[in-house]
Nanobody, 115 residues
């Protein structure tokens, strides 16, 4: 069992920035594909950004150019740097770890973009 612990959410004004962190204890963190998902009220959960064990990344079209996912395998941590935030980015953000056939989720962290 892998417990993912997210942090870094909060309230920010439109145009602002936040950095989310996801810590994953264990000595095989580097093998996992990591991702950030989000779910807004009344909407389906969607993939925001993902990074493979090799460092390849992909992003939802809605966040390209604004969000950056990265990982530090020495710290067992994945990051989501979110810039130029918009009200429509408001959601609960979840960290995900995959090592087929296993998948793990964090508890979620709230991001609210509002003036």
């Amino acid at each position: 069992q892998v417990q993912l612990v997210e942090s870094g959410g909060g309230l920010v004004q439109p145009g602002g920035s936040l950095r989310l962190l996801c810590a994953a204890p264990g000595n095989i963190f580097s093998l996992y594909a990591m991702g950030w998902y989000r779910q807004a009220p009344g909407k389906q959960c969607e993939l925001v950004a993902a990074i493979t064990s090799g460092g390849s990344t992909n992003y939802a079209d809605s966040v390209k150019g604004r969000f950056t996912i990265s990982r530090d395998n020495a710290k067992n941590t994945v990051y989501l740097q979110m810039n130029s935030l918009k009200p429509e980015d408001t959601a609960v953000y979840y960290c995900n770890a995959k090592l087929t056939p296993l998948t793990y989720w964090g508890q979620g962290t709230q991001v609210t973009v509002s003036s």
